[in-house]
């Protein structure tokens, strides 16, 4: 399978129910789909003002800016 999820094994990661359903699967993306996601996200989190990029560090980093 060419998702981000599959182990070695060819089990979703990320449901855990079992198999790899393929592109009828809701999460499934490529790697590179994934990790455009993740950059995304990352933008956006640094476009924050820095009291919100703390309070999330804070609450779900440890206090680090993982952006």
């Not at 009828?24 to 996200?41: D, N, V």
């Not at 703390?54 to 680090?64: L, N, R």
């Amino acid at each position: 399978m060419d998702c981000f999820a599959v182990n070695d094994r060819g089990k979703c990661s990320i449901l855990g129910s079992g198999m790899c359903q393929g592109k009828s699967c809701g999460f499934h993306k490529t790697k590179a789909e994934q990790e455009r996601s993740l950059e995304k996200a990352r933008e956006r989190l640094r476009s924050l003002p820095g009291h919100q990029q703390d309070a999330i560090a804070d609450k779900y980093y440890g206090g680090v800016r993982r952006w």
